[in-house]
């Protein structure tokens, strides 16, 4: 794996940083065909419990596509055919396959947003489960301001974070959203100081690694579920997630520590 993404597992905790801060950790080729492997490998590992995104720096979470790199592409295609028709086959080939890794992983995601969150970056953000947010972090739907419409999975996952409404502002008119306006709009889960965030992150995604992970698994399952169906098909839905969660070992094990006053020891089964 290219090391402009860091990928590492300990105790059932995967880690994956984007690590190119000296350009704001923006999505040139390599970041984003190692994030995606990254992002595919945790998914699929049954010894991964939890996931933690992150990035190095502090000026920038991600600011999404590396525009030196892209305008390169637009004129080569440009050249090649006269228009640039083609050039942004990245959607497909690793936006899409990270988000669906992200969003579809049977355990859950953290997002650490270090610093600004913009375009593509701001949609991997929300593609993870929970998002532990630093005092000086912000977002940017950003697409709009380069005349580019929504990708990452941003138009499907702002909506249902801000309401419709919102989220068309946001998308229409980009700028910038501080920590504290973030966490008003539910896009933030939890704020924390600037220097206390790897810490605080490791420690929450620690904490989740350690829990019922079929548990968290369904209750992912239904959220998304849920919020594209009926009230009637929702409950067969918790009916069937509900039999699986209820036969794991993990809910017996919870069982038992509850009556017997214990802190239940979760085997992620």
């Not at 933690?52 to 637009?74: I, M, N, S, Y």
């Not at 970056?121 to 630093?134: E, H, P, T």
């Not at 974070?161 to 998308?171: C, E, N, Q």
């Not at 209750?219 to 069937?240: N, P, V």
Request: charged share 20%.
């Amino acid at each position: 794996m290219a090391d402009t993404v860091l990928y590492e597992v300990s105790d059932g905790l995967a880690t994956i940083t984007l690590n190119r801060p000296e350009a704001m950790n923006a999505m040139n080729t390599e970041t984003k065909v190692a994030f995606r492997e990254a992002a595919r490998a945790a998914a699929a590992d049954d010894s991964v419990r939890a996931v933690l995104l992150t990035a190095a720096g502090d000026r920038a979470f991600c600011v999404g596509q590396d525009l030196k790199e892209h305008v390169g592409g637009l004129l080569a295609a440009r050249e090649r055919s006269g228009s640039g028709e083609g050039v942004m086959s990245t959607v497909q080939e690793h936006y899409n396959p990270i988000v669906r890794a992200l969003t579809g992983a049977a355990k859950p995601v953290v997002a650490a947003v270090n610093g600004v969150a913009a375009g593509a970056g701001f949609g991997f953000a929300l593609a993870a489960d929970y998002r532990i947010v630093a005092d000086t972090a912000a977002f940017n739907t950003s697409f709009a301001g380069v005349a580019l419409t929504a990708d990452s999975g941003i138009s499907w996952t702002l909506p249902r974070v801000v309401g419709p409404s919102r989220a068309a502002d946001l998308l229409l008119f980009p700028r910038s959203i501080t920590a504290q306006e973030a966490y008003e709009l539910g896009i933030a889960n939890r704020i924390v100081p600037s220097a206390e965030l790897a810490a605080e992150a490791v420690k929450l995604a620690r904490t989740l690694a350690e829990g019922p992970t079929l548990a968290y698994a369904a209750l992912k399952e239904s959220l998304a579920y849920g919020i594209s169906h009926s009230l009637a098909e929702t409950l067969e839905k918790e009916d069937e997630l509900q039999s699986r969660a209820g036969a794991s070992e993990d809910h017996l094990i919870a069982v038992q520590a509850f009556v017997n006053k214990e802190k239940p020891k979760y085997l992620g089964r």
